[in-house]
């Protein structure tokens, strides 16, 4: 998997944060931060990220967060 700019963005915010994000709250940080990217990016982003393995999908909190060791992929 291409890391592409906005997939770094997205990890490196969920490295950063301590609580697990929705996709919503990727969004907005993101954006708070002058990160310009859209909803569907995010989304986007995120499905690639899961299906590489290096995010997990927390569906009882309905959140994201970087995967055990992800700091070492890419």
């Given at each position: 998997?291409?890391?592409s ?16 994000l ?53």
């Amino acid at each position: 998997m291409r890391l592409s700019r906005q997939r770094r963005m997205v990890l490196e915010l969920l490295w950063d944060e301590k609580d697990h994000l929705s996709a919503r709250d990727i969004f907005e940080k993101l954006n708070a931060k002058g990160r310009n990217i859209g909803h569907t990016s995010v989304y986007q982003n995120l499905e690639a990220l899961q299906s590489a393995g290096v995010i997990a999908t927390l569906k009882h909190f309905a959140g994201y967060s970087a995967a055990r060791g992800a700091r070492n992929h890419g």
